[in-house]
């Protein structure tokens, strides 16, 4: 009896220490099982509520032939732009030529040119024919001489009877005893357009001397002829030139700030209608920081916003 009674003790003791096992169990946090996605493992159950990361808009790729006509005064700054385009943007070809102003404002309106360079405003001419006006820099002008001629200043005055054909001798204005030969541009120009108005006061040039197709020639032909006077905007004068003062200030660009030297364009890139596609692309580079304040004084332009106030 005490032997069964014993055996009976120990089941229930045996019993009761499992069941406090089971209960210590139920009692028992499981942590959860980390979640790998975090560290790249499988996100299929991690990434339904998620967005992709905005990915960056593809810029466009600009394409296509740009022709650009006129003003020779403005062609230097033109070709050079076009070169640095083209290196940042190769599936791009612009073609800029001279001609003159006349020529390119004729062209951009005929819609043989997609841009027409000039030195001058469009005249009331072209007032229906839809042309936008992009001013993309200032240009000096001087009056140049052959290195032999004495002098280094005209007033307007004597500028003014030298192109009008009334002085015709260096001795008047002071120079020694040689005669006066006169390079001209063509009516077209835009430099021609431009000291006719600030020097000659919309008065006309003597028929006499000689007439050169553009700023270049222009710039040889003083620098070789014994004499010679003529007018470039400031990027064409070299060694083989002398640029006079005009009214005893040289052409400089706080002299032009400050409204003390009057010989200087301002430079247009007209298109018909809103530039569109690599055209305005090519204006759009031009009058970026980037040009604008590192290479137009290279280039010995002035930039585009000088007589802004």
């Known amino acids: 009896m005490l032997k069964q009674l014993s055996k009976k003790g120990l089941s229930v003791a045996m019993v009761s220490i499992l069941m406090l096992g089971v209960f210590s169990a139920c009692g028992t946090k499981t942590e959860p099982a980390p979640n790998n996605s975090a560290a790249g493992g499988d996100k299929t159950a991690t990434t339904g509520d998620k967005k992709p990361a905005d990915q960056p808009a593809k810029t466009e790729e600009i394409t296509g032939t740009v022709t650009a006509s006129g003003s020779s005064a403005l062609l230097p700054l033109v070709k050079a732009a076009a070169d640095e385009f083209m290196k940042k943007n190769p599936k791009v070809t612009i073609n800029p030529t001279a001609g003159g102003s006349g020529t390119g404002l004729k062209n951009v309106a005929d819609g043989t040119s997609d841009i027409g360079n000039s030195d001058i405003e469009a005249g009331p001419e072209y007032k229906d024919k839809g042309l936008v006006d992009h001013i993309v820099a200032v240009a000096p002008f001087a009056i140049i001489v052959n290195k032999d001629v004495t002098i280094d200043n005209l ?113 247009h890139m007209y298109t018909k209608g809103e530039a569109k596609g690599a055209a305005k692309a090519f204006i759009d580079y031009i009058m970026s920081p980037e040009f604008q304040d590192k290479k137009v004084e290279e280039l010995k332009f002035l930039p585009a916003n000088l007589l802004k106030k």
């Open 155 to 267: 007033t307007k005055a004597q500028a003014a009877d030298i192109f009008s054909g009334k002085i015709t001798n260096w001795k008047e204005v002071g120079g020694k005893d040689q005669k006066i030969t006169i390079v001209h541009r063509p009516d077209s120009s835009g430099s021609r357009a431009l000291v006719k108005k600030i020097v000659l006061d919309g008065k006309d040039f003597t028929k006499d001397g000689v007439t050169q197709e553009s700023s270049g020639a222009m710039a040889t032909t003083v620098g070789q002829t014994t004499g010679a006077i003529g007018y470039v905007d400031t990027p064409y004068v070299n060694d083989t030139l002398k640029a006079l003062k005009f009214e005893g200030v040289a052409f400089s660009k706080d002299a032009i700030k400050d409204g003390k030297y009057p010989l200087y364009g301002i430079e």
